[in-house]
């Protein structure tokens, strides 16, 4: 049974920071490219930062230079450092792992086949 578990997600002012955490289980995801996403109420869900096997990243224009994204594979788990925070970064946060092959970049949800529930992210 594969899970993805979100966490760190929380209320803070403008320019602060938040780092979000997602634990993996029932499947290892060190083969896997890594993704987060977020989705405001009544906003399609948008691809933040993914990461590859590898180490390799990659980042939404709206987040490059304040968000890192990061992984440690022996404990399955994914990570976002976000800095600098702004209220347009309110939504909530999930983290995927993207589907082999799937044929869409990294950054586009279509490509995922695991999903976490999601943990908050308030800015104000």
């Known amino acids: 049974h594969v899970q993805l578990v979100e966490s760190g997600g929380g209320s803070v002012q403008a320019g602060g920071s938040l780092t979000l955490s997602c634990v993996a289980s029932g499947w290892s995801m060190k083969t896997q490219c890594m993704g987060w996403f977020r989705q405001a109420p009544g906003k399609e869900r948008e691809g933040v930062a993914a990461i590859a096997s590898d180490g390799t990243a990659t980042y939404a224009d709206s987040v490059k230079g304040r968000f890192t994204i990061s992984r440690d594979n022996a404990k399955n788990s994914l990570y976002l450092q976000m800095n600098s925070l702004q209220p347009e970064d309110t939504g909530m946060y999930y983290c995927?792992?993207?589907?082999?092959?799937?044929?869409?970049?990294?950054?586009?949800?279509?490509?995922?086949?695991?999903w976490g529930q999601g943990t908050q992210v308030t800015v104000s």
């Open positions: 995927a792992a993207h589907r082999p092959n799937s044929g869409v970049g990294w950054l586009d949800f279509r490509g995922y086949m695991y």
